[in-house]
């Protein structure tokens, strides 16, 4: 097979993974949410306990990923599988519990899906000189995030209810998920690597980049979750709110794209710290003038920033850590910003039922994302007087 169409088959089976994983399995349930407080089926406080559940499960799918006892392109077939299962599962009961297990579930399996193609398509597409390719791959998050606002949008138009929604989402996703575990081939490991003694030294960690990566997780996660809500209660029409998440969507997946544009122009802190600044921008503007269009722009602020970051992130930790010792590096990160998506929806949900508005949170979060990234900027700053 030509090295093209080898590296195109790559990128497509890790974008639709990550889109169906990620973007539905993960974040159909933003969309989701005013469709379900519609149906006098859950409010405000259960559905922030409902997301922050799946930010528990997604915590520990991703510190297990690399320790469960499965061979990868098994479990990577399983995770997928399982997410469409729970998807279709939201809409098979109305069973508040049964949904905290399923959301539970669903954050662990998206985990290791992310985990998965992090480490063998976005690898064997450095291997094979494509480097460029993997915006492309980790544009599925914002496609599927676009996908499912655009298939809410279409349900409330003809007044399909949650239960249904939840349940059609899930019977498409199946049908897509088993034409990609049929496509899964020799670039994701059919037996468990046997692991070499790790004998390098140890940096010290960051703890500048892993507060602030923590705080981003704390500070997206709550337009992450409640934006479409936000939008409804300013406006109740579904075809002028229901555009809130479609547009978040696409600004993840067009900004994902055209960071690798300018990724080896700028350093990993500066591309970071103008994102993270952008996004705590973002927050304020409903706040400043609750509109429908601000409500669009703080989406097209987190949502165009929220996966750079994340891919900025990762990109600095490898760039202080030896080979290694990234792993370490990297969990630290990961267990700081699922830390701040667990608390995020909860203390979201919390401030809303005593003040009846998301002014509070929304000016928190903004805050505290300022603050946690002025230590890279004052490292940026360093750096640049000593070159």
Not at 167 to 194: D, M, N
Not at 230 to 240: G, Q, S, T
Request: aromatic fraction near 10%; hydrophobic fraction near 55%; glycine fraction near 10%.
């Amino acid at each position: 097979m030509p090295q093209l169409t080898l590296a195109s088959r790559i990128t497509l089976i890790g974008l639709f993974s990550l889109a169906l994983a990620v973007g539905i399995g993960r974040f159909a349930f933003t969309p989701l949410l005013p469709m379900m407080r519609a149906d006098g089926l859950i409010d405000i406080t259960g559905g922030g306990w409902l997301a922050s559940a799946h930010f528990l499960g997604y915590l520990i799918g991703a510190l297990s990923a690399a320790v469960v006892p499965c061979p990868p392109r098994l479990l990577l077939r399983i995770a997928l599988v399982a997410i469409g299962i729970g998807t279709l599962g939201m809409g098979l009961t109305a069973n508040y519990f049964v949904w905290l297990a399923l959301r539970f579930f669903a954050g662990v399996f998206s985990a290791w899906v992310l985990v998965l193609v992090s480490s063998h398509y976005v690898r064997r597409l450095a291997a094979m000189d494509r480097a460029g390719l993997q915006g492309c791959v980790f544009a599925g998050v914002g496609a599927g995030i676009a996908i499912a606002g655009l298939a809410c949008l279409a349900f409330m138009s003809v007044n399909t209810s949650s239960a249904e929604s939840w349940r059609i989402l899930g019977i498409a996703g199946l049908a897509i998920i088993g034409a990609i575990c049929l496509s899964i081939s020799s670039e994701v490991p059919a037996s468990r690597p046997i692991r070499p003694q790790r004998c390098a030294g140890r940096a010290p960690l960051d703890w500048s980049i892993v507060i602030a990566y923590g705080a981003m997780g704390f500070g997206y996660v709550i337009p992450a979750t409640y934006l479409p809500v936000m939008a409804r209660e300013i406006v109740p029409d579904p075809l002028i709110f229901g555009w809130s998440w479609p547009v978040f969507g696409a600004a993840a997946f067009v900004s994902t794209i055209a960071a690798v544009a300018f990724q080896n122009r700028c350093t990993n802190r500066r591309v970071w710290s103008v994102s993270q600044l952008m996004m705590a921008a973002g927050l304020v503007f409903p706040v400043l003038y609750p509109h429908i269009l601000t409500i669009i722009a703080a989406g097209l602020c987190v949502g165009g920033t929220f996966m750079i970051i994340t891919m900025t992130g990762i990109r600095e930790a490898h760039r202080i850590s030896t080979p290694d010792d990234v792993m370490r590096h990297i969990a630290a990160m990961t267990a700081s910003f699922a830390l701040g998506q667990m608390i995020g929806p909860a203390f979201a949900s919390t401030l809303h039922d005593m003040t009846r508005s998301f002014v509070a949170p929304m000016v928190i979060a903004s805050a505290v994302m300022v603050v946690t990234v002025l230590p890279l900027l004052r490292a940026e700053r360093h750096k640049r007087l000593i070159d």
